[in-house]
């Protein structure tokens, strides 16, 4: 068993995180801004536990915030990254970073790279003017200083990129959104070509704690295959909560990529992999514990 610190605790991936872990035996700590703890705060950080492995799942996420609180999003995604690394390079066997797979949309559309899409596709920060990119530009950076403490420092590392993960508790992301627009008789729907790969919670935790004592030493791509347009789910949701009409179809937010599917051979060959949760199953649970069905 570990001690394991969990940053980013009341939040989606985290709070499914705390309760695994927690389950499994492990000795688990939290830091969480909802529990007065701000990783922006250099002497908080400094007053964490020793722990044995590091999971930094806090961030400022939230496509509304990207163009709303751009500068907010940035600080609060880089300097926690920062401030753990300071705080615990060669302290602990492991820091686990949780990336996104938003940190590589520019290299995608601008120029054509593969999809699927592998951990070898360069970051690109497709237009700096483009306050969506404060999210994914602030996951770029943030990964960066994971690669130069281990290359500096030796501090064995994980960049986790997750892929579209969903799931009960997850707010502020298109599913519950766009639920619960519906039932409010929001017919609109944003982005309805682009493809996605969605990716239920409990495979993603799953695959997360089998990474637990296996540093890669970067980055690693954490979702399915299974790629679905945004109108498949909206459909699928739009059939679970009973909805008759058409949809308004409309053009997607700029900066949003078109197409987004993880090669997930590195997962493959690394971990024994899971995929259980097909994609309108795991949107019945997920509206279910919104309470729309």
């Known amino acids: 068993m570990k001690r394991i610190l969990v940053t980013g605790s009341s939040g989606f991936i ?42 930094h799942a806090a961030a400022f996420n939230g496509t509304k915030y990207f163009y709303s609180q ?16 300071n705080r615990y390079v060669n302290k602990c066997d492991h820091f686990i970073f949780t990336g996104t797979c938003e940190s590589y949309a520019g290299a995608v559309d601008r120029f054509g790279y593969t999809v699927p899409t592998d951990e070898k596709v360069p970051l690109v920060v497709d237009d700096v003017l483009n306050p969506r990119w404060s999210y994914g530009g602030s996951k770029i950076a943030s990964e960066l200083l994971c690669a130069a403490a281990y290359s500096q420092f030796g501090q064995p590392f994980t960049i986790i990129r997750y892929h579209n993960v969903y799931g009960p508790g997850q707010v502020d992301h298109f599913i519950p959104e766009f639920a619960t627009r519906l039932l409010k008789g929001d017919m609109n729907l944003y982005g309805h070509k682009n493809t996605r790969s969605f990716y239920y919670i409990d495979d993603a935790i799953d695959a997360t704690i089998k990474l637990l004592d296996t540093p890669i030493n970067g980055p690693i791509n954490v979702g399915c295959t299974d790629e679905a347009t945004i109108l498949d789910v909206a459909n699928i949701i739009k059939k679970l909560l009973h909805v008759d009409g058409n949809l308004i179809l409309n053009s997607a937010p700029k900066g949003s990529v078109t197409r987004r599917c993880p090669d997930i051979s590195l997962l493959k060959s690394t971990i024994d992999y899971q995929y259980t949760v097909d994609l309108t199953t795991g949107i019945e649970k997920t509206l279910k514990d919104l309470k729309c069905v």
């Open 14 to 55: 985290g709070t499914h995180l705390v309760r695994a872990l927690n389950q499994q035996g492990h000795t688990v700590f939290t830091a969480d801004k909802r529990e007065n703890c701000d990783l922006c705060d250099i002497e908080s950080v400094e007053n964490l536990p020793d722990v044995d492995i590091v999971i």
């Open 70 to 85: 751009p500068y907010n999003v940035m600080v609060d995604n880089i300097l926690p990254t920062q401030n753990l690394l």
